[in-house]
């Protein structure tokens, strides 16, 4: 709704953020962003949403940003009875965009079950930066890597923007574990003139990652694909993707990967 497609991104991940804070509930099954973003930007029927889905509640809204400022506003709807169930409004400066993802999370998560435990949600509380500029960087990044549209430029101006990333936060276990998952990526497509050297660096970052994010379920099925990937250690791998899933049990990517693993 900003009018500025330069900002998509940033909707993009605050749309991801809100989505991994749910599913860290562990009684919740929440749909993957895959799946869920083929909606983007559509009119369509909560209800055939629902059926196509296997889910029973939708969660819609919209990210402005403007200067220092962000709004989400947000609605859950039951999609058999089409009901609104709960709509709100968060507003607040970009140093609390942190807080705004977890208070919609925690929101959404209290209407659909009242009985919610303080110590789920504390999980997404966790932050793994405090740098907003890194943060940002982080998001632009992840961007062109996660359209599916990416070529040898595309990884490299990744890279450079996770390195800037890591340079103002060098403990930023996701922007670690996205440059080394994007560095084997590299090597899959022979975009490298250096195989070794690529490598080296690939698990260094990879290593600082698990380091960093251990409670991380992204930065663990990342680890996962790169140790394993570079056959570093399969079991190591095996045990880092068992882990993620028992961090994240709705975590679509961490179930693919295991599957890819066994």
């Not at 900003?2 to 562990?26: C, H, K, N, W």
């Not at 943060?135 to 800037?164: F, H, K, M, T």
């Not at 922007?175 to 250096?194: F, H, K, N, P, Q």
Request: net charge negative; glycine share 8%; charged share 25%.
């Amino acid at each position: 709704m900003s009018g500025d497609p330069e900002q998509e991104y940033f909707t993009d991940g605050m749309v991801e953020e809100i989505i991994a804070a749910l599913s860290r509930i562990r009684w919740l099954f929440v749909i993957a962003r895959n799946s869920s973003f083929t909606y983007k930007g559509q009119a369509v029927d909560v209800k055939q949403v629902g059926r196509e889905l296997g889910v029973r509640y939708v969660l819609e809204g919209s990210v402005r940003k403007a200067g220092g400022r962000v709004r989400i506003t947000a609605q859950l709807i039951d999609a058999v009875s089409h009901a609104h169930l709960w709509a709100d409004r968060f507003d607040g400066a970009l140093e609390d965009v942190f807080e705004l993802q977890d208070n919609v999370a925690s929101n959404v998560a209290g209407v659909i079950e009242p009985a919610l435990l303080g110590a789920e949600m504390s999980r997404s509380a966790q932050r793994p930066t405090n740098d907003l500029t890194a943060y940002d960087l982080y998001l632009r990044a992840l961007a062109p890597i996660r359209s599916g549209e990416v070529g040898r430029e595309s990884y490299g101006e990744a890279l450079d923007l996770l390195n800037q990333a890591i340079q103002r936060d060098s403990r930023y276990a996701p922007a670690l574990a996205l440059a080394g998952s994007c560095r084997s990526s590299l090597d899959v497509a022979g975009w490298i003139e250096d195989a070794g050297a690529n490598r080296d660096e690939a698990l260094r970052l990879t290593r600082r990652s698990l380091a960093a994010g251990r409670d991380d379920p992204n930065v663990l099925a990342y680890g996962a694909y790169v140790l394993a990937y570079f056959g570093e250690d399969i079991i190591a791998a095996i045990a880092l993707i068992d882990r993620c899933l028992e961090l994240n049990p709705s975590f679509a990517v961490g179930w693919w990967r295991s599957g890819w693993l066994r």
